[in-house]
């Protein structure tokens, strides 16, 4: 079993930036892919961001060049850093975690957090 706990969402004005952490407890973090999906209201969930154990970062369209993700196994913590945000970005973002190869999907992952709301106000 593996617990994901997320921190770091909030307010922030278009065009500002925020950090969110994902730490994991349990199985061997360092193994696993992480992910980060969100699901804005009256919209289905979809994938931001994922980091694969050996370091290979994948983005969605929306958030090239905006998002960037990152791990610190040592901490066994993930992170997404937000930056040039747009009300768009509003959603609650989720942190996964997961051992199989298609990481853009959210059926590739077996664990999720509780996660945090990001709310981009223009």
């Known amino acids: 079993q593996v617990q994901l706990v997320e921190s770091g969402g909030g307010l922030v004005q278009a065009g500002g930036s925020l950090r969110l952490s994902c730490t994991a407890s349990?199985?061997?973090?360092?193994?696993?892919?992480m992910g980060w999906f969100r699901q804005a209201p009256g919209k289905e969930r979809e994938f931001v961001t994922a980091?694969?154990?050996?370091?290979?970062?994948y983005y969605a369209d929306s958030v090239k060049g905006r998002f960037t993700i990152s791990r610190d196994n040592a901490k066994n913590t993930v992170y997404l850093q937000m930056n040039n945000l747009k009300p768009e970005d509003t959603a609650v973002y989720y942190c996964?975690?997961?051992?199989?190869?298609?990481?853009?999907?959210?059926?590739?992952?077996?664990?999720w957090g509780q996660g945090t709301q990001v709310t981009v106000s223009s």
């Open positions: 996964a975690a997961g051992n199989k190869v298609v990481v853009k999907a959210s059926v590739a992952y077996d664990y």
């Open positions: 349990g199985r061997a973090y360092s193994r696993l892919n």
């Open positions: 980091i694969s154990w050996s370091d290979i970062a």
